[in-house]
């Protein structure tokens, strides 16, 4: 009953962090460019997780490694540019919804290739899921002012990679400790950011005042946004199900959209409301046991 009553803390939480790093992606965007700030966010994350968890290295098993570093890139390190490049020519709240596409992607990824077990409520809740995010879609096309969207197939990419990480985590690293797995992933995945920061020329602009400002943010979305929320997602998987821990990206764009109407002054129109209402639902019958 407590691991029935903690998964639903755990992905309350990490759909308002969710929620709120679009925001702080298009903050830092005002003094990096994409590139740098995918790479920052890994390298904040990735000092946070070595301060807390790098004695958990040596527990990670050699035959492990290879499934940490599959995780890591398909979970972080390629989502992190992709989600970096798309909002830099697509509205926040609109890829908040596209990653919505992430159940919808574990469970087809589950069900070809890893022989994911899957309940009829479990489809029933994505298909509502799924509906809900359309509705939002619908309703805030229109507003729009955005007009590249074909950015919006990174996310869409992004979202299948996050199918396959959540997957391989259930099925291959249950065992290990979530602080080991996501210890585990940022070993791997220092070098390679710190060497494409580098190669973009970031350290020849670290002293423009607009650099340092946006450095505040990203520091935010490292730590607390990908170092802190990979902890209690891997939990999640843990305790529940591969479909059901993805139903997290369904409650991203409710609280983009809530978090635009308390403090951006935007309107929530009835329609935004009710399918906010229809994910929920959606959520409540992919982890209803």
């Given at each position: 009953m407590?691991?029935?009553?903690?998964?639903?803390?755990?992905?309350?939480?990490?759909?308002?962090?969710?929620?709120?790093?679009?925001?702080?992606?298009?903050?830092?965007?005002?003094?990096?460019?994409?590139?740098?700030?995918?790479?920052?966010?890994?390298?904040?994350?990735?000092?946070?997780?070595?301060?807390?968890?790098?004695?958990?290295?040596?527990?990670?098993?050699?035959?492990?490694?290879?499934?940490?570093?599959?995780?890591?890139?398909?979970?972080?390190?390629?989502?992190?540019?992709?989600?970096?490049v798309a909002?830099?020519?697509?509205?926040?709240s609109?890829?908040?919804i596209?990653?919505?596409?992430?159940?919808?992607?574990?469970?087809?990824?589950g069900?070809?290739?890893?022989?994911?077990?899957?309940?009829?409520?479990?489809?029933?809740g994505?298909?509502?899921?799924?509906?809900?995010?359309?509705?939002?879609?619908?309703?805030?096309?229109?507003?729009?002012?955005?007009?590249?969207?074909?950015?919006?197939?990174?996310i869409?990419?992004?979202?299948?990679?996050y199918g396959?990480?959540?997957?391989?985590i259930?099925?291959?690293?249950?065992?290990?400790?979530?602080?080991?797995?996501?210890?585990?992933?940022?070993?791997?995945?220092f070098?390679?950011?710190?060497?494409?920061?580098?190669?973009?020329?970031?350290?020849?602009?670290?002293?423009?005042?607009?650099?340092?400002?946006?450095?505040?943010?990203?520091?935010?979305?490292?730590?607390?946004?990908?170092?802190?929320?990979?902890?209690?997602?891997?939990?999640?998987?843990?305790?529940?199900?591969?479909?059901f821990?993805?139903?997290?990206?369904?409650?991203i764009?409710?609280?983009?959209i809530?978090?635009g109407?308390l403090?951006?002054?935007?309107?929530?129109?009835?329609v935004?409301?009710?399918?906010?209402?229809?994910?929920?639902?959606g959520?409540?019958?992919?982890?209803?046991?």
């Amino acid at each position: 009953m407590e691991s029935n009553s903690t998964k639903w803390y755990l992905l309350g939480f990490l759909g308002c962090v969710w929620g709120s790093s679009f925001i702080l992606m298009q903050l830092g965007l005002q003094g990096v460019n994409a590139i740098q700030l995918g790479s920052l966010r890994i390298l904040f994350a990735a000092c946070f997780l070595f301060l807390v968890g790098g004695k958990q290295i040596a527990k990670i098993p050699m035959y492990k490694w290879k499934y940490i570093a599959l995780t890591s890139l398909f979970g972080t390190f390629v989502p992190a540019f992709l989600f970096a490049v798309a909002l830099s020519k697509i509205d926040g709240s609109v890829s908040a919804i596209l990653n919505s596409l992430t159940p919808l992607n574990t469970l087809l990824v589950g069900l070809f290739f890893f022989g994911l077990d899957v309940q009829r409520r479990q489809i029933f809740g994505v298909i509502i899921g799924f509906v809900g995010c359309a509705l939002l879609v619908l309703s805030g096309s229109g507003a729009s002012t955005t007009e590249n969207y074909y950015y919006a197939i990174l996310i869409v990419l992004a979202s299948i990679f996050y199918g396959i990480n959540v997957n391989l985590i259930k099925k291959y690293l249950s065992d290990l400790k979530p602080l080991t797995i996501s210890t585990g992933n940022f070993v791997v995945m220092f070098i390679p950011a710190l060497i494409v920061l580098y190669c973009t020329g970031f350290f020849e602009i670290v002293h423009q005042e607009k650099v340092q400002n946006a450095l505040g943010y990203i520091a935010v979305l490292g730590i607390i946004g990908t170092g802190l929320s990979n902890i209690l997602f891997f939990k999640l998987i843990q305790l529940s199900s591969p479909v059901f821990a993805s139903s997290v990206t369904y409650i991203i764009p409710v609280v983009a959209i809530f978090l635009g109407f308390l403090f951006m002054n935007e309107t929530l129109t009835l329609v935004q409301a009710l399918g906010a209402f229809i994910v929920l639902v959606g959520v409540y019958f992919s982890g209803k046991k």
